[in-house]
């Protein structure tokens, strides 16, 4: 069974210790965490929210979001493109095309590191601290 003061980094090293998903009316709460199709999920509706068959965890955007390696403190994973509801936040660290960058934008940061037009504002190169 889940440990609801267990960090997402410790979910993400052994998820077999989340529950995982139940859609056959679980009533979810904000913030409470299970796996899904091998990956962790947060739920991100506000209150409670009772599942259904049919708003699986890929397809219901608003009120599930997939845990990306390397937020909340979870350490630094391959970077994946996140949605707007699991942006990379500031402090947030990726590994992507083989560096370690740091996101540094003070809000939903979504954008890939190390591509043109993405500054040390976005992304910062932190790959010699590693």
Known sequence: ??????????????????????GD????????RFTYNGDLYRVIFPGKYVSQPDHTPD?????YAKVLPGQEGTGAGE????????AYQKGD???HNGRLWESMYDG??????GVVGVGEDIWKDVTEEA
Do not use: K
């Open 59 to 63: 397809a219901t955007p608003s009120v």
């Open 1 to 22: 069974t889940q440990v609801p003061s267990l960090s997402d980094d410790a979910a993400l090293i052994a998820p077999e210790i989340v529950n995982g998903w139940d």
């Open 79 to 86: 970077w994946e493109q996140p949605g707007p509801t699991n």
């Open 108 to 113: 939903p940061n979504v954008w890939e590191p």
């Open 93 to 95: 660290r990726v590994w």
């Open 25 to 32: 009316g679980h009533e979810y709460v904000e913030g409470e």
